[in-house]
């Protein structure tokens, strides 16, 4: 596989202090199997769909004081150490590493200027997802953030992104985009948000049918926060796992209404 652009989305993981039931709800939901826990890694547990690597879970480290299930976002960098030092020098936090995982790559996790938590890759062995786009795997993610302005100046700065903007007066939402791609999207937490929840990267998993997933996922002890709603793009609903991660479900076929028009920010 061709290495990935710097700043592409790459692989996503999330931890539980329940892996067993996050195993259970996402298999139920998504159609994932999964690989045997590895202890030398602190057992963190591949998902797979058709056989393909598509995110993982792990539990949370001996001792982390209070933690929190959320699902975290890796983006693509050739040199982990240097996307790290861009991070600090930009304002953000480098909260791990950099930081080497056996043969297969090298990770950092860390915050924006605004707090939104996320992670960079350098692929060794594991060069990231093996499907994507497709029912059952990732296909987009957006930043949720209370301070817009700090995260589009932080990440075009840390990574090679453009950045455009929707004409809608209704909506702050912009896309970054790696040479006419969109790779990721940056939405403003409005006061529909409480102010208990914090800034956090939206992933989205693609589904075959969007009602149908909410109502597994209801049954499953996930909890429906928004949609389903139809849009260009497809229709998509946002949801909490019964842990309290948030992600969002999209069945891509489903569309409604033109695209919306985009200019440079």
Known sequence: MAALSEGTPCWADAMFTDVE???SFYGDLLGWTFSESSAEFGNYTQAYS???AVAAVVPPMPGQPDPVSAWCLYLASPDA???AKKIGDNGGEVVMGPMQVGDFGSMVLAKDPGGVAFGVWQAGTHEGFEKRGETGSFCWAE?????????????????PYRVQRMEDPGIDFKVFDL??????GRMAMTEE??????PFVNIYFAVADCDAAVEKATKGGGELKFGPMSTPFGRFAALHDPQGAAFSV????????EMPRMAAA
């Open 250 to 257: 999209i069945d891509m076929g489903t569309t409604e209404g």
């Open 179 to 184: 040479g006419g791609d969109a790779v990721l």
């Open 81 to 83: 150490a240097a996307t």
């Open 21 to 23: 039931g996050a195993k």
């Open 50 to 52: 058709d056989g393909k």
């Open 193 to 198: 948000f409480p102010p208990e929840v914090p």
């Open 143 to 159: 930043v949720f953030t209370r301070e817009p302005g700090k995260a589009d100046a932080f990440f075009p700065a840390v990574f």
